[in-house]
């Protein structure tokens, strides 16, 4: 008897625990690794701008500043808002519908896993890959869309492969119902449709199998699917006519977009797959041709899925003419990347082996990986570390009436924030400033703050001439803000042209884990002693 004709014996032959409680040494894994210090570090800028979002006064407002701000769906920002006002306001509750993503997704990996894989120890692998790899648990970490994106589109693909094996109602309705919400957690996780499409056509042309949806039915889902896009067709159209304000990310030539997409898989993993394999290969020779034998659909599915996320993201940045070049937009590969991953970490036939394998290649990882990460960051992942409750705290200590805030908040499209009318837009870039990291002092309206771009342009001189009037013609400044992608200036030099310039004395200068912060006076006797 082959062993997939008998995984559950053969797991308890090998670890001597069942596949469940497999999975639940998995799932406290996840949790540990996840939980572990989630409210350690503070809100970074794109969290801070989840928060501003999600807690409008009304459902339609926070639907209006996603619309004018976000660049993807309004999905996300309400699921917070419902968790957001029955929770406390803090990192941990900002953080939770990320983390409960995250954590379903690590026994979907598994439920995938076994529907492509066809092996249940695979499919366990995947699962744990996923439990402790860093970038999972890093974006279980943050308040963003992508944990909820990627939980869908697991639910997604898990329903679109079972219309592969049975015919059942419910499968077709539960897998519109998840690609349609994968879509909506991001548009630009849409590239899911079309690995999907693509799977059919090479089933039904390649008559790969005589079990599938009929032509009627797929086109049928299909038109559904894409008459859900237009709930949001006003927010797309201003997307794109405002598409050269969300230019950020570095422009790339296909090939340097091809190197970056291929760095997104992580070196570490690959190289202690590679001598993992390399010492154990000396050990037992493989039967390549054996071993891949019969997996067509498979490879098929796992390849396109690996590579159609980029090709989307290259085939929308040309077309729009902006870039799309970051990890983020591309985090669909690292799925199959995965299942790849667990594929090849259990290629050797002889018992010993095919547990030594796994299990070194986690050892060695954990040793490697996940505790340099929480020596460096304090957590099992890398950070982005903008710690504006540092900042903004020390702010509201010792702000004083009539002072002025010179921010730069770092956010996407705040370049033609300063001419905008827009009342929204103005609020937006003052963020920090609306999450609960400001407490309302008694006797202390909030400073006034003006934004900062984050280039420094001729089109913003007369801008910059207007801020600089103003605030100069007050007795103490605060210079803050982080240093955005490709900006041609730091912050601190704002401050250093205040000081050169107007004559003004700096009387406290910080850099709080990236967020650079400066008080400066005209007249520094008068200023009276900072709170810490």
């Not at 004709?5 to 040494?25: H, M, N, S, T, W």
């Not at 004083?400 to 103005?426: A, C, H, Y």
Request: hydrophobic share 50%; glycine share 4%.
């Amino acid at each position: 008897m082959k062993m997939s004709d008998r995984p559950a014996d053969v797991l308890q032959e090998y670890f001597g625990i069942k596949p469940a409680y497999c999975l639940l040494i998995i799932f406290a894994v996840a949790i540990f690794f996840r939980v572990f210090n989630i409210s350690h570090t503070s809100l970074w800028t794109d969290e801070l701008a989840t928060y501003w979002a999600s807690t409008a006064p009304t459902v339609w407002e926070s639907i209006d500043r996603v619309a004018a701000t976000q660049g993807q769906s309004p999905l996300y920002f309400l699921l917070e808002r419902f968790v957001l006002d029955i929770l406390p306001a803090n990192e941990f509750s900002v953080r939770l519908l990320s983390l409960i993503a995250s954590l379903v997704s690590v026994y979907l990996m598994y439920s995938l896993g076994k529907l492509i894989l066809h092996d249940e120890k695979k499919a366990l692998f995947a699962s744990l890959l996923f439990a402790i790899h860093e970038v999972p648990v890093y974006y279980a970490q943050e308040a963003r869309a992508y944990s909820l994106g990627i939980m869908f589109a697991l639910l997604a693909q898990i329903y679109f492969l079972k219309l592969f094996k049975r015919k059942s109602s419910s499968d077709f309705i539960l897998y519109m119902v998840f690609s349609i919400l994968t879509f909506y957690s991001h548009y630009i996780f849409a590239s899911i449709l079309i690995v999907q499409n693509l799977y059919y056509l090479y089933v039904v042309l390649g008559k790969k199998s005589k079990k599938y949806p009929s032509l009627f039915k797929w086109c049928g889902s299909q038109l559904i699917i894409a008459a859900t896009i237009p709930i949001l067709l006003f927010q797309l159209s201003g997307m794109f006519s405002n598409r050269a304000g969300w230019d950020w990310v570095k422009q790339m030539n296909a090939i340097e977009a091809a190197v970056y997409f291929f760095s997104m898989f992580d070196l570490k993993i690959l190289s202690i797959s590679a001598i993992c394999f390399a010492i154990f290969y000396t050990i037992e020779k493989i039967d390549f041709k054996a071993t891949l034998k019969g997996t067509a659909c498979e490879r098929f599915l796992l390849l396109t899925w690996l590579a159609v996320p980029f090709l989307f993201v290259l085939f929308i940045s040309k077309v729009l003419g902006i870039s799309l070049f970051d990890h983020r937009y591309m985090i669909m590969s690292l799925i199959p990347f995965y299942f790849i991953i667990s594929y090849l970490v259990h290629v050797f036939k002889s018992d010993v082996l095919r547990v030594a394998f796994p299990g070194a290649f986690i050892v060695i990882y954990l040793g490697l990986v996940s505790m340099p990460n929480y020596m460096a960051y304090g957590h099992f992942s890398y950070r982005i570390q903008h710690n504006w409750r540092g900042a903004v705290s020390f702010v509201n200590k010792n702000c004083k009436k009539g002072d002025v805030i010179l921010l730069r908040s770092g956010f996407v499209n705040e370049n033609w924030m300063p001419t905008s009318e827009d009342k929204i837009v103005q609020d937006y870039v003052k963020a920090p400033f609306r999450s609960f990291y400001w407490k309302e002092r008694a006797g202390l309206h909030n400073p006034t703050i003006y934004n900062l771009t984050y280039t420094w342009d001729k089109d913003f001189y007369p801008y910059y001439d207007m801020v600089f009037d103003k605030a100069t013609a007050c007795e103490r400044i605060w210079v803050m803000g982080v240093n955005t992608p490709n900006t041609n200036y730091p912050v601190s030099k704002i401050s250093s042209f205040i000081e050169k310039e107007f004559q003004f004395y700096k009387i406290y200068e910080a850099n709080y884990s990236g967020v650079y912060l400066c008080l400066m006076s005209s007249n520094p006797f008068n200023s009276k002693p900072l709170s810490f």
